[in-house]
């Protein structure tokens, strides 16, 4: 995805695309990815993350492939080489939406509100994979019957306005929209109920989820009703849909980052402090090397043994010391458990009554870990 992102900007300065444009859709692109990636590294059983990683895979497959599009169908007449890979790729924007209307369906939390809900996700399913597959089968037949049309977007014409011949796509797409648009108003309309029954920080959880998610929905048919207009308003109010779209992922590494959606604290704060731990130790590292070399003066295999072995003197101290400062912003429970437990460690050097020393040992255990049961068995030694 990475290479997909670098490989936009070329691509849409060689067809004369603007720069916002481009950058906007690496925004959204980055944004669905690295929460994506978030959810998908700690937690991959969970569908969100990968879906969330599906999205943006296929909006950048998307951008590049038709920015390539126009550089070989409408500016090199076709003699540009993966010119019909490109075309193929090019619906990638149907999965992407596909993906994007389930993402939705399982938010927050991965999983249908309820078993009653399959009857809702099966249609999707079915007409989404028709619809998807129905693109990919038209952009592989005008490839093969050297009928390729691209517009000034670089998508097909064949798509944006189908021949009788694919009168069956049109009504797939239809279709597939009636659900998808039913099937989300459905969705807003439950999580408005559990909003109204929720409290503490599952509500604010929720506020922030809702929000996002409601963004998104509206901004995409906002995007697809704004896509083939020469109006300046309109391309605006274009961009701006497609900056809205990024609400969904955003809301969701809100929920990540402050109120502990999906229970990563522990990878963000461990990212975090190896990163942290990382740019300081090879900063010292360099430091080291250039102070003995340049302004010492000593020889070159001197000064990297002697950097070498300072850094890894400086790892371990510095990683505990960066490691309580980050989880004390991002993974409090943690940082709380283990200041509980220090406290009860002091004041157990000078503790002498076993009977106090049992019932500050379950209470902190409670405290600080909160098991379903805990106890303490302690075998006494025989009066003999």
């Given at each position: 995805?990475v290479?997909?992102?670098?490989?936009?900007f070329?691509?849409?300065?060689?067809?004369?695309?603007?720069?916002?444009?481009?950058?906007g859709?690496a925004?959204?692109a980055?944004?669905?990815?690295?929460?994506?990636?978030l959810?998908?590294w700690r937690?991959?059983?969970?569908?969100?993350?990968?879906?969330?990683?599906?999205?943006a895979?296929?909006?950048?497959?998307d951008?590049?492939?038709?920015?390539?599009?126009?550089?070989?169908y409408?500016?090199?007449?076709?003699?540009?080489?993966?010119?019909?890979?490109?075309?193929?790729?090019?619906?990638?924007?149907?999965?992407?939406?596909?993906?994007?209307g389930l993402?939705?369906?399982?938010?927050?939390?991965?999983r249908?509100p309820?078993r009653?809900?399959?009857?809702?996700?099966?249609?999707?399913?079915?007409?989404?994979g028709?619809?998807?597959?129905?693109?990919?089968?038209?952009a592989?037949?005008?490839?093969?019957?050297h009928?390729?049309h691209?517009?000034?977007?670089?998508?097909?014409?064949?798509?944006?306005?189908?021949?009788?011949?694919?009168?069956?796509?049109?009504?797939?797409?239809?279709?597939?929209?009636?659900?998808?648009?039913l099937s989300?108003?459905?969705?807003?309309?439950?999580q408005?109920?559990?909003?109204?029954?929720?409290?503490?920080e599952?509500?604010?959880?929720?506020?922030?989820?809702?929000?996002g998610?409601?963004v998104?929905?509206?901004?995409l048919p906002l995007?697809?009703?704004?896509?083939?207009?020469?109006?300046?308003?309109?391309?605006?109010?274009?961009?701006?849909?497609?900056l809205g779209?990024?609400?969904?992922?955003v809301?969701?590494?809100?929920?990540?980052l402050?109120?502990r959606?999906y229970?990563?604290d522990?990878?963000?704060?461990r990212?975090?402090s190896?990163a942290?731990?990382?740019?300081?130790v090879?900063?010292v590292?360099?430091g080291?090397?250039?102070?003995?070399?340049r302004?010492?003066?000593f020889?070159?295999?001197?000064?990297?043994?002697a950097?070498?072995?300072?850094?890894?003197?400086l790892?371990?101290p510095?990683r505990?010391?960066?490691?309580r400062?980050?989880d004390?912003?991002f993974?409090?429970?943690?940082?709380?458990a283990e200041?509980t437990?220090?406290?009860?460690?002091?004041?157990?050097?000078?503790?002498?009554?076993l009977?106090?020393?049992?019932?500050?040992l379950?209470e902190?255990?409670?405290?600080?870990?909160?098991?379903?049961?805990a106890?303490v068995?302690?075998?006494?030694r025989d009066?003999?």
């Amino acid at each position: 995805m990475v290479a997909l992102i670098v490989a936009d900007f070329p691509l849409a300065h060689l067809v004369h695309k603007s720069t916002e444009s481009g950058l906007g859709e690496a925004v959204v692109a980055l944004a669905f990815g690295l929460v994506g990636l978030l959810v998908a590294w700690r937690q991959p059983s969970h569908p969100m993350g990968w879906l969330l990683l599906g999205v943006a895979l296929f909006l950048l497959l998307d951008v590049d492939a038709s920015n390539y599009s126009v550089l070989d169908y409408r500016m090199h007449h076709g003699t540009l080489p993966l010119g019909a890979v490109a075309v193929l790729l090019q619906p990638s924007w149907a999965p992407a939406v596909a993906l994007l209307g389930l993402t939705i369906l399982l938010f927050p939390d991965g999983r249908l509100p309820s078993r009653h809900w399959k009857w809702v996700l099966w249609p999707y399913l079915v007409l989404g994979g028709l619809w998807v597959v129905g693109a990919l089968v038209i952009a592989a037949r005008v490839i093969i019957e050297h009928r390729v049309h691209i517009d000034s977007s670089g998508n097909l014409t064949v798509l944006n306005n189908t021949t009788s011949a694919y009168e069956w796509w049109n009504i797939t797409q239809n279709a597939f929209f009636l659900v998808l648009v039913l099937s989300w108003l459905s969705w807003l309309v439950l999580q408005v109920v559990s909003f109204r029954r929720s409290t503490g920080e599952r509500h604010e959880q929720l506020k922030w989820l809702m929000g996002g998610a409601g963004v998104c929905v509206v901004s995409l048919p906002l995007l697809f009703a704004t896509q083939n207009s020469s109006s300046t308003f309109v391309k605006v109010l274009s961009g701006v849909a497609l900056l809205g779209l990024a609400g969904l992922p955003v809301s969701i590494g809100v929920g990540i980052l402050k109120y502990r959606l999906y229970e990563i604290d522990r990878f963000v704060s461990r990212t975090l402090s190896y990163a942290i731990v990382s740019g300081v130790v090879v900063g010292v590292y360099v430091g080291l090397i250039t102070l003995v070399t340049r302004v010492l003066g000593f020889s070159s295999p001197v000064a990297v043994a002697a950097s070498t072995l300072a850094a890894v003197a400086l790892f371990n101290p510095l990683r505990h010391r960066v490691q309580r400062v980050v989880d004390r912003r991002f993974n409090r429970a943690r940082y709380d458990a283990e200041a509980t437990v220090a406290a009860f460690t002091a004041r157990l050097r000078d503790a002498v009554d076993l009977e106090t020393v049992r019932t500050e040992l379950l209470e902190i255990v409670n405290r600080a870990v909160e098991p379903a049961h805990a106890s303490v068995w302690i075998r006494r030694r025989d009066s003999a």
